[in-house]
């Protein structure tokens, strides 16, 4: 598995840095050794702007920043979240790296054929709302002189996909060819299912269009949609959060991890749903980071040539 790769951008002397390393410490307590943390002083507005620092610190997770706002601009100044707070919560922490680490295996390996048949299943269903036949899986692996249906077996081996005990697609992560609790229409495109929250969000940056989607507060059954429009999302209500897993998921995400995922139309019902599963490690993530994490995990996997 590659590892995670965790950038600190801050200016000299910062002096919040250090209560970002404690919490960073403390949130990767028991992890595997698949993160590396790299931190770099950062000395003009420039270099602020090309490297993408929202203030000092920043923290960037592969290249990107989980916590950044809408409008917020680069800079060198201190940053402040709208808590008050420079410096993410350990929970919140602890939500992006699990959220991003799942997520970061959802590119499969250009080796073998996987990154193009893995595309051609996230393209039938971007495209026609369904997987794909077997003819566009053997065309997606023709070039690569191997069996598409083995092919498919290994990105299932390694949860890029989920297949059933006939061999047929039970996720494309984000999509889902059943009914789910997340419905996403696709400007010019199909209506389909994402298999929770954080997935659904991750249809807009992964197709580069603009998508509704549909979903319900599973406490109060309250509707929630989120909007996107050139890139920027409405969320009605505007107090609706996701819950997300702060620790990985024991099995492939279809089972142990999407059921968790979901909307909620206030932070209220989110903890109240948390304190009727108490076997369920969450943390309630606003808008902007359940955003940059959707951005962050299926941003990249449509991107590049196949």
Not at 213 to 227: L, M, N
Not at 263 to 290: K, M
């Amino acid at each position: 598995m590659e590892t995670m790769a965790l950038t600190v951008l801050m200016v000299p002397g910062c002096p919040k840095a250090d209560v970002l390393r404690e919490r960073l410490a403390e949130a990767m307590a028991g992890q595997d050794d698949d993160v590396r943390v790299e931190w770099r002083e950062v000395r003009d507005e420039a270099e602020a702007v090309r490297l993408g620092m929202h203030g000092s610190p920043t923290l960037l997770v592969n290249g990107a920043d989980p916590f950044v706002r809408e409008g917020e601009a680069p800079s060198l100044s201190c940053r402040v979240d709208p808590g008050g707070s420079a410096v993410p919560s350990v929970d919140r922490l602890r939500a992006v790296l699990a959220v991003v680490r799942g997520g970061r295996g959802r590119l499969a390996p250009e080796e073998g054929g996987q990154r193009a048949v893995q595309r051609a299943v996230l393209r039938a269903f971007a495209t026609h709302g369904r997987p794909p036949t077997e003819e566009e899986l053997a065309a997606a692996a023709a070039p690569y002189g191997v069996p598409a249906r083995r092919v498919l077996a290994e990105l299932s081996a390694a949860d890029y996909v989920s297949l059933d005990d006939h061999g047929r697609i039970r996720a494309a992560y984000p999509f889902s060819p059943v009914p789910t609790a997340h419905r996403v229409r696709i400007a010019g495109g199909p209506e389909v299912w994402a298999m929770c929250a954080v997935d659904a969000l991750g249809v807009a940056p992964m197709l580069g269009r603009d998508v509704e989607i549909r979903s319900a507060d599973p406490v109060t059954g309250q509707a929630v949609t989120v909007a996107f429009r050139g890139g920027t999302a409405v969320w009605e209500p505007r107090s609706a959060v996701v819950l997300a897993r702060t620790g990985r998921c024991a099995g492939p995400a279809v089972d142990a991890c999407c059921p968790d995922l979901n909307f909620f139309a206030g932070p209220g019902s989110a903890r109240r749903w948390a304190d009727r599963h108490p076997e369920a490690d969450v943390v309630v993530l606003g808008r902007d980071l359940a955003e940059a994490l959707g951005r962050a995990v299926f941003g990249p996997l449509l991107g590049g040539p196949a």
